[in-house]
C-alpha cells in the first residue's frame, strides 16, 4: 500500500464530517483526515450546506441513541439530503458504522443492519480482505489485500435478500469482507459494499481508529502501531486529484 | 392540575406553622427521632411535606456522609502542603482536579453504585456511569475515558449471571453510547458480594486551569436553570411514602426506585454543556444526582453567598401528577443545574436550542439567605440552605475489631498443604489462570469500546489504562485502580494500605508518575461496630500511605450497608472494599509500557524481593478456599523506590513491564508471554535462594513491591545499576522467546495456557 500524502491536490482537498446529535466518531474522522494531508471540515446535520468539500464521512456513534432503529432518524437530517443529491452527482461519501447504517436508511446503499448475532457490543482488532480497490475509498489498497482495523458494534450484521447479495457479488460491490471469523454474523462475511458508481462506501469497522502509531489496532511493527486505515483517505485524495 | 386534584391542600410554611401536631412520616423515609427533632429545632416548627423531602435525602447516609465524615476527615489532614501544589481544587467538590502541567489539568473520581446494581443490574450500572460522567461535566472537564470495578458473586451461585449480564451490558450500553473509552478496571467473584454486588465507575476528565467551574450560586439577580431531561418519577424510593395517603408496610412503591438511563440524552447534555462552558455563558453549574433538585438547589445556594428562590411550577415533568416532595427528590437523570447571568441568557437559550437540550429557568439568585420554593403560588419551603446540605447530623458510630477477628488471623495457610513436584507446580498454575478472578476479562472487555477518541494508548488488559491529553505534545495520563477485599477482610488498615500501594505501582509500571488518588470505600453497616471498625482502619491507614506516598486523596465516594447477614458473625457482611484508583502522568504516551513482551531473546528482570506471604492468596483461594493469617506486608518505601526504578525503566530500555500481584510470579509471567504470544525461559533458582523461599513460594507468593520489567540484553546493566542505586534488589531470571512458559522444570505451552486463561468466562456466562 502507498500512502500519499501531502501532494499539491491532496493538500487543498476539503473533506467534511457530519455530526449528528449522538455522533461519537466524529472528532476521530476528523482526526484521520488531517492525518491524511486533507483539510477536515466539520459539519452540522442540521445545515444543508455542505460548505464546498470535495467528500464527506459519516462517522460512527448512535445518532439519536439508534432510538426507532439504528441511522433512521439521522437520514433526515437537511445535511442528509444535500449528501444524498451531491452523491448521486459523484461526490465520494464514506458511511463508516453508523455512518453505514445511515447510508442504507438513506437507500444510498442496498441492504441493512441488525443486531449482531451474539447479541453483545463487540470491540475487537479486525482483519478484513479487500475484495475492491477501484472504488473513491479503496485505490490505496491491493485486491485481495489484508487489513486490520477496529470493529465496535451492536448492530452489525450485515443483512439483505438473495438476490440483492447475488448482484452486490456479481458486480463487485462487496468491498470488504470478515477474515477468519464473522464478527457479527454478516451475511457472506460482508463488512463492506459500494454503489454501482464506486463514490459511496459503507463499511462496519473503524479505519479512522487505525490511522496514527501508539493509538491504533497491534501490527508486525509495534503494539498499537496499525495504520491500515490511512489508506481509505488517502485513496480518496488521490481520486480527487485524478478527477 | 392533577396533584392538586388528588391531595386536599399543599403542606405550606403557613400550614406548617399552625399544625405543629401533625404526625409526620419521619421514620419511613429513613430519619431517627432525634433528626427529625433536630428539623424542628433549626426550623423552629415542623417541616413541611416538602421540606420533610429535601431533609431526608440530603441527611441520608448516602448524600451526608454523617456516619464516615468524622473519619474522613483525616484524608484532608494528612495532606501536606507539599502535596497540594499540584492540586487546583481539592476534596470536597463534585471530583478533585490535579494539575498536570502546559495548562492542562485532570479531574478524575470513582463513585457507587451498588445497592441499584443488585436490584435492577442494567440500569443500576448504566446510571452509574451516567452520574459520575455528569459529576466529571460538572467540573467544567471533557470526560475523556472510564473505568469500571466490579465485583459479583460467586460463579456458581445461581443468581450471579442475572446480575453480571446487567451490570456488564449496562456499563458497555450506556458508556459505549457516550463516546468515552473504557479503558480497564476489575472484576472480582466472591460469594461474600452474593446479595450486595459492588459496582463502581470511574471517569476521568480533561480541562485547561481557566475552565474549571464549581457549584456555586452566586450573583443577585441570577438565573437558575434546569436543563437536559424532564423531570419524572423515577428513582424516588423514599418519597413515594410521601405520595401515598394509603400507604401500608407491604404494599409495592407505585413507581420504580432505581433510576432508568437515557444514554443518548447524557451524550447530548455532554456536548450542550461544554458549549456552555467555552461560550462562558456559565456561572456555576451542579449536576443532578443522588436527591434531585433538593441537592442542587441546596447545594449551589449553600456554597453561593447569598439565597435562592425556585418556582416548582416551573420544572419541566414528564408526569404531571407528581407532588411536590416528588419532584424535589426525584433522581431521574441527565438533568444539570445552571446559574446564569440575566445578560447571557439568550446565549445559554440558543445553544439548548441548538443541542435539543430542554430547559426551563426554576429560579433566582437572590441576598435572602434562604432557600425558598413555592408551588402553585404558594410557600412550601423555606429554609437555610446549609442546614440542609451541609450541616446534617454527624455520628460517632461505635466501632471496635470484630470477636471474631483474632480467629481469622490465627488460621493461617502455613498449614495447608502445598505442591512440590513440577506436575504439581505446573498444574496448579494452570488451575489458577483459569480461576474466574485470574482468568482473561476478555469476554467483558470486548463488549466495551476501548478505541473511540483515538487518544488511548493503554487500556485492558495492561496493567493501567493510559490517555493521550494533548495532540500537539503526547502529554497524557495512566490511570489504574485496586482492591483486595480478602487481605482487607483479614487486616482492613493493610488491606487498604495494599490497594494503594498496588495502583500506584500499575500507574508507575506503565512509565507513569503517579499524582493522586480517589477512592470508593466499599464496606458493611455503619450501625454494625464490626463494619465500622473496618471502614475506620481503613479510612486511618490509606490516609497515612497517601502521606507516605506523597499522593493526596483527591475524591471520592462512601458506600456503606452492603450488608445482609446477620450482625456480629464473620460473613455478616461484604469483604471490606477500599477500591483505590491513582492517576499519573506521563509526558509522552507513546512511550506507556506495556505488560507483555513482543519479541524473543528479551532478558526478564524480576524486581523487589519474595517473602513467604501465601495468606490471602488467590492460592489459598482457589486451591484450599481458604482466608485467613495476615495479608502480604506492605512496605512503602519499597513502593515509592520501585515506582522510581519503573518510571525511569523506559529510558532504562524497558521494553514490557508488568506487576506481580494475584497469584504471585508466575500468573505474572504467564500474562506477559499470554499478551503477545511470546513465551519465556525463566528459572526461580536464583530467587529462592536469595530470598530464602521455597520454588512454590517464588511462584505463588503475592509479596508486594515487585515488578517484572523485559529489556533488551545491551541495556540489562543499565537497568540493574538503576535498581541499585535505588536500593531494588533486582535478578535476571530469564530470556523471552519459545512457545511456551518455562520456569526450571515447569513447562506449559502457550497454546494450553491461552485455553485456560480465555475458555473460563465465556464458559461461565457467554
Redesign the interface.
Known amino acids: 500500500m502507498v500512502v500519499s500524502t501531502g501532494s499539491a491536490g491532496a493538500a487543498g482537498a476539503r473533506i467534511g464530517v457530519i455530526t449528528f446529535p449522538g455522533t461519537l466518531d466524529d472528532r476521530d474522522a476528523l482526526r484521520a483526515i488531517r492525518l491524511a494531508g486533507a483539510t477536515p471540515v466539520p459539519l452540522w446535520h442540521a445545515d444543508a450546506d455542505l460548505h464546498d468539500v470535495d467528500a464527506v464521512v459519516i462517522p460512527g456513534g448512535f445518532s439519536y441513541g439508534d432510538y426507532l432503529r439504528a441511522g433512521a432518524i439521522s437520514r433526515f437530517a437537511a445535511a442528509m439530503t444535500s449528501v444524498a443529491d451531491a452523491a448521486n452527482g459523484g461526490l465520494p461519501v464514506l458511511g463508516i458504522c453508523n455512518g453505514f447504517q445511515i447510508l442504507t436508511e438513506a437507500h444510498l446503499l442496498p441492504g441493512s443492519m441488525v443486531k449482531n448475532d451474539h447479541l453483545h457490543f463487540i470491540c475487537r482488532e479486525q482483519t478484513l480482505v479487500v475484495e475492491n480497490n477501484t472504488t473513491a475509498w479503496t485505490t490505496a489498497y491491493d485486491a485481495g489485500q489484508r487489513i486490520t482495523v477496529p470493529l465496535k458494534n451492536q448492530d452489525g450484521q450485515y443483512v439483505a435478500d438473495e438476490r440483492t447479495l447475488d448482484e452486490l457479488e456479481a458486480e463487485g460491490r462487496v468491498v470488504f469482507r470478515y477474515e477468519g471469523w464473522n464478527p457479527n454474523g454478516s451475511r457472506r462475511n460482508i463488512a463492506g459494499i459500494t454503489n454501482e458508481r464506486g463514490n459511496v462506501v459503507g463499511l462496519m469497522p473503524h479505519p479512522e481508529h487505525a490511522v496514527e502509531p501508539g493509538f491504533g489496532p497491534d501490527s508486525a511493527q509495534g503494539a498499537r502501531s496499525g495504520t491500515d486505515g490511512l489508506g481509505f483517505f488517502a485513496s480518496v485524495l488521490s481520486t480527487l486529484v485524478a478527477a | 392540575m392533577s396533584a392538586s386534584a388528588v391531595r386536599p391542600t399543599l403542606d405550606t410554611v403557613e400550614n406548617a406553622a399552625a399544625t405543629p401536631d401533625e404526625v409526620q412520616p419521619y421514620a419511613e423515609l429513613g430519619l431517627k427521632p432525634d433528626e427529625y427533632q433536630r428539623i424542628r429545632d433549626i426550623l423552629g416548627r415542623r417541616p413541611t411535606a416538602a421540606e420533610l423531602a429535601m431533609y431526608s435525602v440530603m441527611w441520608s447516609e448516602h448524600c451526608s456522609y454523617k456516619s464516615s465524615k468524622v473519619h474522613l476527615k483525616k484524608f484532608g489532614e494528612r495532606v501536606t502542603d507539599e502535596m497540594k501544589q499540584n492540586l487546583l481544587v481539592g476534596i470536597g467538590e463534585n471530583a478533585g482536579v490535579v494539575d498536570i502541567g502546559d495548562g492542562w489539568a485532570v479531574t478524575f473520581k470513582v463513585e457507587s453504585h451498588n445497592h441499584p446494581s443488585f436490584v435492577e443490574p442494567y440500569q443500576g450500572a448504566a446510571t452509574g456511569v451516567g452520574g459520575i460522567v455528569r459529576d466529571i461535566i460538572s467540573m467544567g472537564a471533557r470526560p475523556v475515558a472510564v473505568m469500571d470495578q466490579l465485583r459479583f458473586g460467586a460463579v456458581d451461585h445461581p443468581d450471579t449471571a442475572r446480575v453480571v449480564h446487567g451490570v456488564v451490558?449496562g456499563v458497555?450500553?450506556y458508556g459505549?453510547?457516550?463516546?468515552l473509552p473504557n479503558i480497564g478496571g476489575e472484576l472480582v467473584f466472591d460469594g461474600s458480594y452474593q446479595g450486595n454486588p459492588l459496582v463502581n465507575a470511574l471517569c476521568v476528565g480533561v480541562l485547561r486551569h481557566e475552565d474549571i467551574h464549581l457549584a456555586n450560586a452566586s450573583g443577585i439577580g441570577n438565573q437558575v436553570i434546569l436543563f437536559g431531561a424532564r423531570t419524572g418519577g423515577d428513582g424516588i424510593g423514599g418519597a413515594s411514602i410521601l405520595a401515598s395517603e394509603t400507604f401500608e408496610d407491604g404494599v409495592p412503591a407505585k413507581r420504580p426506585s432505581v433510576q432508568v438511563g437515557?444514554?443518548?440524552?447524557e451524550?447530548?447534555l455532554i456536548e450542550c454543556c461544554l458549549e456552555l462552558f467555552a461560550a462562558g455563558v456559565v456561572e456555576g453549574i451542579q449536576d443532578l444526582g443522588a436527591a434531585g433538585i433538593s441537592c442542587a438547589t441546596s447545594e449551589l445556594a449553600s456554597n453561593g453567598d447569598g439565597g435562592m428562590h425556585v418556582f416548582l411550577d416551573d420544572v419541566l415533568l414528564r408526569d404531571p401528577s407528581l407532588n411536590a416532595g416528588e419532584i424535589l427528590m426525584s433522581e431521574s437523570q441527565e438533568r444539570m443545574m445552571a446559574v446564569v447571568t440575566p445578560a447571557r441568557y439568550d446565549e445559554f437559550v440558543a445553544i439548548c436550542r441548538k443541542?435539543?437540550v430542554e430547559f426551563s429557568v426554576v429560579g433566582e439568585v437572590n441576598d435572602s439567605g434562604r432557600l425558598t420554593i413555592d408551588h402553585h403560588g404558594q410557600r412550601i419551603v423555606d429554609v437555610d440552605p446549609r442546614t440542609v446540605a451541609h450541616e446534617g447530623p454527624t455520628y460517632h458510630r461505635p466501632y471496635a475489631r470484630p470477636a471474631w477477628q483474632d480467629a481469622l488471623v490465627a488460621a493461617s495457610s502455613s498449614s495447608l498443604p502445598r505442591p512440590t513436584t513440577a506436575d504439581e507446580l505446573r498444574a496448579t498454575a494452570l488451575r489458577l489462570l483459569a480461576s474466574p478472578n485470574l482468568a482473561s476479562k476478555a469476554w467483558v472487555?470486548?463488549?466495551?469500546?476501548?478505541?473511540?477518541?483515538?487518544?488511548?494508548?493503554l487500556a485492558q488488559p495492561d496493567d493501567g489504562g493510559v490517555i493521550?491529553v494533548d495532540?500537539s505534545t503526547?502529554l497524557g495520563v495512566a490511570l489504574a485502580t485496586d482492591a483486595n477485599g480478602r487481605y482487607a477482610k483479614l487486616d482492613p488498615r493493610t488491606g487498604a494500605q495494599l490497594a494503594l500501594a498496588e495502583a500506584y505501582r500499575n500507574v508507575a509500571v506503565s512509565g507513569a508518575t503517579p499524582m493522586a488518588v480517589t477512592d470508593c470505600l466499599n464496606f458493611g453497616s455503619p450501625e454494625n461496630p464490626d463494619s465500622m471498625w473496618q471502614l475506620v482502619e481503613a479510612i486511618e491507614g490509606l490516609a497515612d500511605a497517601c502521606q507516605t506516598l506523597g499522593v493526596p486523596v483527591t475524591g471520592g465516594n462512601v458506600s456503606l450497608y452492603n450488608e445482609t447477614g446477620a450482625p456480629g458473625l464473620v460473613d455478616s457482611a461484604i469483604h471490606p472494599t477500599p477500591v483505590v484508583g491513582v492517576l499519573g502522568v506521563l509526558p509522552d504516551?507513546?512511550e506507556a509500557v506495556?505488560s507483555g513482551w513482543?519479541s524473543e531473546g528479551l532478558s526478564v528482570v524480576l524486581l523487589g524481593t519474595t517473602l513467604d506471604e501465601l495468606d490471602g492468596s488467590a492460592w489459598a483461594d482457589v486451591e484450599h478456599q481458604h482466608l485467613g493469617g495476615v495479608p502480604p506486608r506492605v512496605d512503602l518505601a519499597a513502593e515509592k523506590a520501585l515506582a522510581s526504578v519503573l518510571i525511569g525503566a523506559r529510558a532504562a530500555g524497558a521494553v514490557a513491564a508488568h506487576d506481580l500481584s494475584e497469584g504471585g510470579l508466575i500468573q505474572a509471567l504467564l500474562e506477559s508471554s499470554l499478551r503477545?504470544g511470546v513465551g519465556v525461559r525463566a528459572s526461580v533458582a536464583g530467587v529462592s535462594e536469595r530470598d530464602g523461599v521455597s520454588t512454590f513460594a517464588a511462584l505463588f507468593s503475592e509479596t508486594t513491591a515487585r515488578a517484572l520489567v523485559a529489556v533488551e540484553p545491551s541495556r540489562v546493566a543499565d537497568l540493574l545499576a538503576a535498581a541499585a542505586s535505588a536500593g531494588v534488589p533486582a535478578l535476571e531470571i530469564g530470556t523471552t522467546g519459545g512457545d511456551a512458559v518455562v520456569v526450571d522444570d515447569v513447562t506449559i505451552a502457550l497454546g494450553e495456557a491461552r485455553e485456560a486463561h480465555t475458555g473460563t468466562l465465556p464458559k461461565l456466562f457467554?
Open positions: 451490558s458497555g450500553g459505549n453510547s457516550l463516546g437515557d444514554p443518548f440524552m451524550k447530548v443541542w435539543d472487555t470486548d463488549q466495551y469500546d476501548r478505541f473511540v477518541q483515538g487518544n488511548t494508548a493521550r495532540e503526547n504516551v507513546r506495556p513482543r503477545y457467554a
